[in-house]
Structure formats: C-alpha cells, structure tokens
C-alpha cells in the first residue's frame, strides 16, 4: 500500500498522471484471439492537493452493471482541483465478460474475482488479475469493489468486508453501509488479497446482473461521497448517514432458503421485505396447480436477497433471509415507507407492493389528461 505524503504526487502505473489532472485511459489487459488488445477503461483523478488513494472497481463478473454506472457517475463528479488524494476508477474490469454479458470470462468459465493478485505466467484470468493488481489496485490505499447478485436473483444494498480487520472497520463506518456480512471472502478474491496486503477494500452488492436500478446506483454513490467525506478527500462531500447499521458476524443469523420442489414462484411476502417466523414467503407449485408447497420463514427476517426468476429446480435458492431484532424491524420499516420500491425499477422483486404499483396502469378507460403538457 502507498502512503499518504504531505505534498501532492504523481500516480504512475507505466506512465504518469501528475496532480491537478484527469485521465481517461483504455488499458490493455490482455489479447483477443484475433491479436487484438483487450482494454480496461480507467479513469484517474489525481487532485491538487495531498491525501489518500481511492480504487473503485466494477463489473469485475462481466454482467454485474449498477456500478458500471455509479463509476460512470463519479468519474464526471469531481474536480480534481478540490480533491485531496486521488480516485482511481477501474470502470469495467472483466471486459470479456461485459462484452459477452456474462459473470466469468467467456470459454473457459475462470472467475476473475477468484484470480488475485494473478501471476506473469499463468491462466488468462490470472494474467489479467496480474496486470490489474500491479498498476492500479496495489498503488491504492483504500477501495470499494461494486458488485450485483448473480443472474436470476436480486440483493439489497449491502457490504460484504472482513469486519475483524481495524482498516475495514474504519472503511466501513465511512461509507455507511447499512447491513454488512462479515467475513474473509474467498481465496483469489480482490478484496481479501488487497485488505490482507494493507488495502482495505470492501465488496459493495446491489441489485440484480444486466440492469440499471436507479435507487441502488444512488445509493453506491452515496457511498463514494461518504467515503470522500470521512477520509478528508473532498470538503464539498456531503455525507449522509444510515439510520442504522447492522454487522452480520454469524452464519447463524443468516440463511439462504432454498426449494424442495421444481416448478413456479408466486412470492407472498411484502409489502414490507420482512417476514415472521412462520409466515408464507412464497408458493412453489406445477403448471396443472395440482401441487403447491408452501415456503415459510423459519425466523423474523429481513430478506436480503430475493429469487428473480419464476422457474425453479430443487435446490434453488428462494431468498436470503437476515435474522432481525424489532428495533430492526422498526428502522427497516421507516427506511423503506420513505424510499418505497418504485425507484428499485424490478417490478417481479417487490412482492405485493408490484401489485400495488401495477393497479393504475389496469385501470379501465383512457387518461382525460394524456393530451396535457
């Protein structure tokens, strides 16, 4: 990890981007079957004045794009000439795979969250992860890594860190992450290697693979903005804190549920994503409606992650389900009575408020007013 010096300095990968300067750069990563160079779009930010180094990283599984446009966003946010530190935004780190619109690199399936630091002479995925270590994610002294669920299933905003390390403790109060599971991540994966090389970086989810969902963007750039705040990297940063914050330190205060029985999803919960012990989460049943299975909470539970397909096999998860407390509850019913679900743009994840919000659109006869400025 670089330290932080009293006067501002140059960030140098294999050229220079002095103080007081923006760059946008295509960095090549690695070759096409045809030859051709594979290219990671970056932005560097290097303010005028003296201070930390931030990475952010996105699409690091090629179809998880809510943070492709909150980097989007930050990279043409701040001015270098107020900035203290320097952002470095890696916008879109598995390129492949975000041509291909899939998670891993096309072909050989290698998951590149699963590939750092990566070596000179090894796999493409470690080759890459190589490259991408050594010029930007090594020279940085704190991060966010932003991610969506995986196709098919849809997750709140959350943070995943290693809550026993002082560094990403400290990350974590900064960026006001609400709910955080803890834990070391797997091997090979990005924010384990830097926060045990002494970068802290932390896994931002969010939402669902190959979409845009407005409300979670803006909350990751919140994100970056609170972080900015905390770390004195920006004095125009305005913070805002979560109403609360709740560290998942247990496998036991958390539990995927998954179907028993192939066939349709019909969720039941909601208004509110908080179900009671016992309650109906969803029906599984076949396309005769001749079976149905009944799915209920085995616990009062904040759901976290949520199916976004209809179809299941046996084995499938159905949700993730977060064990709360009824101060919990009450701060996640205030939290969502005043963002509501419009904003999440996925009608199929919001239980019966999708239904609430799908009524004036069935009603009969023509808008009077469709005419109007």
């Not at 996105?58 to 001015?79: F, P, S, T």
């Not at 996925?346 to 659109?361: D, I, N, R, S, V």
């Amino acid at each position: 990890m670089s330290s932080i010096h009293d006067t501002p300095r140059p960030f140098r990968y294999d050229a220079e981007v002095d103080p007081g300067e923006v760059r946008h750069i295509q960095y090549e990563v690695g070759e096409t079957y045809l030859g051709r160079p594979v290219e990671l779009p970056v932005t560097i930010i290097n303010g005028e004045h003296a201070g930390p180094r931030l990475c952010l990283s996105a699409a690091i599984h090629g179809d998880e794009v809510n943070g492709v446009k909150v980097l989007q966003e930050v990279a043409d946010r701040y001015d270098p000439a107020d900035l203290h530190g320097t952002i470095v935004c890696l916008h879109v780190v598995n390129v492949p795979g975000y041509i291909a619109q899939q998670r891993y690199l096309p072909i050989y399936d290698q998951d590149l969250n699963r590939s750092f630091p990566g070596t000179e002479g090894g796999s493409t995925a470690s080759r890459m992860a190589r490259v991408i270590w050594d010029r930007f994610v090594s020279k940085c002294d704190i991060g966010l890594d932003f991610h969506t669920s995986t196709r098919n299933r849809m997750t709140v905003f959350h943070g995943r860190a290693d809550m026993e390390d002082e560094g990403i403790q400290r990350l974590v109060e900064a960026a006001g992450i609400p709910l955080v599971m803890s834990g070391q991540g797997s091997s090979g994966m990005l924010r384990r290697v830097a926060t045990e090389n002494g970068t802290p970086i932390v896994t931002v989810e969010m939402g669902e693979a190959n979409r845009f969902q407005p409300m979670l963007i803006d909350l990751g750039v919140q994100a970056v903005e609170n972080v900015l705040a905390a770390y004195e990297m920006y004095p125009e940063a305005t913070p805002r804190r979560p109403e609360f914050q709740k560290v998942l330190t247990s496998d036991d205060q958390k539990k995927w549920i998954r179907a028993d029985h192939g066939g349709l999803v019909e969720m039941k919960w909601g208004p509110l994503p908080i179900v009671d012990e016992g309650e109906t989460i969803c029906v599984v049943s076949d396309h005769f409606r001749t079976e149905e299975h009944v799915v209920t909470a085995p616990f009062d539970g904040f759901l976290a992650g949520i199916l976004a397909n209809p179809r299941v096999l046996p084995g499938h998860p159905l949700v993730h389900l977060v064990e709360i407390t009824e101060e919990d509850r009450e701060h996640v019913r205030r939290s969502y009575e005043q963002v509501g679900f419009a904003r999440h743009g996925t009608f199929h994840w919001m239980g019966k408020m999708g239904e609430q919000l799908a009524e004036p659109l069935l009603e009969d006869g023509p808008d009077e007013h469709a005419d109007d400025d």
